[in-house]
């Protein structure tokens, strides 16, 4: 595979297999994905309620509704200042890769918006974890930012498969599995990504980075299963099982940063 197509060409194949699939927030199961076919467009009914399927319905616990909308939140995300980061690298392929990584982010809080929408409940402006999350990334350069970045696709992992499985409802289910397909790929194309940033780093700044960046991610997988702890029990899930199984995917990720093991995105 040639440089140029390193980064891009992942999601633009799977902007074209999604956009042949269903989109999963239709009630029509034909409907195909309206962001898919051009993942760069904005979406009519992320802006326009009015354009929202209104035979959609969903019936969900109160803890996961106040919990999926902090999550839109978070996926709502801080797009314009990663790829001003991405563009600075000089690598436009990278920068293009990003921008489809954005693209898909904001899709996914498109169909949190939908599955709210759906359970009568509106999408919220900002949630304290949010805004720690955004600061911690905007601290110093690319690195860091995809540090803290590949922390929360870790525990959304975690998170939309304990709503896939556990949520009860069948909509709430077909968006989580569609963010899940995308998360799958996020990672390991972050940790590509980082593995490149500390290619030429020593061995005793690796080292340091490898253990602040897992304590990193869990204080956060802890602050997320407390935080999100009665929508997680909600779907069957126990605290001290979030932040284990949380922190089992993320030791696979930093290993493949440090070419320790190879990284699925299966």
């Known amino acids: 595979m040639t440089e140029t197509l390193l980064w891009s060409s992942e999601f633009v194949a799977r902007a074209e297999r999604q956009a042949l699939e269903s989109d999963p927030t239709a009630s029509d199961p034909t409907a195909s994905d309206p962001t898919a076919s051009d993942p760069t467009a904005s979406d009519p009914a992320a802006s326009d309620p009015a354009a929202s399927d209104p ?47 954005v693209a898909e982010e904001q899709n996914h809080a498109r169909m949190l918006a939908e599955i709210l929408r759906a359970a009568g409940a509106p ?59 995308d998360e799958r790929h996020h990672v390991p194309f972050q940790c590509r990504r980082l593995a490149v940033e500390f290619r030429r780093k020593p061995r005793y700044a690796k080292r340091l980075a490898r253990h602040a960046w897992r304590g990193l991610a869990l204080v956060v997988a802890i602050v997320v299963a407390v935080d999100h702890g009665p929508a997680l029990r909600a779907c069957g899930v126990r605290r001290r099982q979030f932040v284990s199984d949380t922190m089992q995917l993320f030791d696979d990720a930093i290993a493949t940063v440090f070419h320790e093991r190879p990284v699925s995105e299966g």
């Open 55 to 101: 035979t959609l319905v969903c019936r969900l616990d109160p803890a996961v509704i106040r919990s999926v909308q902090k999550f839109q939140v978070g996926e709502s995300g801080d797009g314009p200042h990663l790829i001003a980061k991405a563009a600075d690298t000089g690598d436009r392929d990278y920068e293009t890769a990003i921008r489809l990584f």
């Open 123 to 181: 999408t919220i402006n900002a949630d304290w974890t949010d805004a720690v999350f955004v600061r911690l990334r905007r601290l110093l350069g690319l690195r860091l930012e995809l540090m803290v970045l590949t922390v929360a696709e870790v525990v959304a992992l975690r998170y939309y498969r304990a709503l896939a499985d556990g949520g009860g409802d069948e909509l709430l289910t077909r968006v989580s599995e569609r963010i899940l397909d």
